[in-house]
């Protein structure tokens, strides 16, 4: 069975930095995009950031200059890096992998998410 676990979060000041972290586990064949989303309360789920297994990457603009997605392949994991945060990032981070496991369909998985929260 996939999954996806995240650590990293907890409470920082403005201007401060956070790393998440996103292992993904089981009998897993291939990962192709992983990703970042965070949901604010009252707000949609949105993208913060994601990557390709050869690095490309893609952020949202509110996080630009300031968040750095990267990706071990060999160890299942993806990072986040937030950098100068701000109180508008606090939300529930959630990771996002795009995955073939060695058994069943290719198929997107979603971590439990973890609680970011940008408060002096």
Known sequence: QVQLVESGGGLVQPGGSLRLSCVASGRIFSIYVMGWYRQAPGKQRELVATITRTGTTNYADSVKGRFTISRDNTKNTV???????????????YCNADIIPFHGSRDWYWGQGTQVTVSS
């Open 79 to 93: 990072y986040l890096q937030m950098n100068s945060q701000k109180p508008e990032d606090t939300a529930v981070y």
